[in-house]
């Protein structure tokens, strides 16, 4: 069953709130158990509160280790963050799909690596390299 733009929008909002509030535990109960939650991470990475932003971040990593036959499900909504006008939404994109560790980015974020930002490049260097160790490592 497919749900409407409202309980999608309604269910974005609560995860982000869960976030802020430091449920982590949770978020990444539901996220193992509906993996449709992952198109919910790109609007997440762009929240306006700082502590959904960073909760993103964490959520990813755990679900790394945690539900990782699943986690790529998150790259088709992450790769669009790496245009975005903010640095900080270019730099976490880059950082996330690092921890991702799918080699699939590697192209997506070479196209960052000349960054105007010097963070945004040097993050995207990293993530780079983060995924050809994991992928050598396997």
Do not use: W
């Not at 535990?25 to 609007?43: C, E, P, R, S, T």
């Not at 993103?56 to 986690?71: F, G, P, Q, R, Y």
């Not at 950082?95 to 690596?113: A, M, Q, W």
Request: hydrophobic share 40%; net charge negative; no cysteine.
């Amino acid at each position: 069953m497919e749900r409407t733009n409202s309980e999608m929008f309604d269910l974005e909002k609560m995860i982000a709130d869960y976030m802020e509030g430091g449920l982590l535990d949770n978020i990444v109960d539901m996220f193992k158990h509906d993996k449709g939650l992952y198109q919910y991470i790109g609007a997440l990475m762009t929240d306006e509160r700082m502590r959904v932003r960073i909760g993103v971040t964490a959520l990813l990593e755990i679900l790394k280790k945690e539900d990782s036959e699943n986690i790529s499900k998150a790259i088709p909504f992450i790769l669009p963050l790496l245009k975005d006008e903010n640095p900080v939404t270019r730099g976490d994109a880059a950082y996330t799909l690092g921890v991702i560790g799918s080699k699939d980015t590697i192209p997506f974020l070479r196209e960052i690596t000349n960054d105007e930002n010097v963070n945004v490049s040097d993050i995207a260097k990293e993530a780079i390299e983060e995924i050809n160790e994991n992928v050598q490592s396997l």
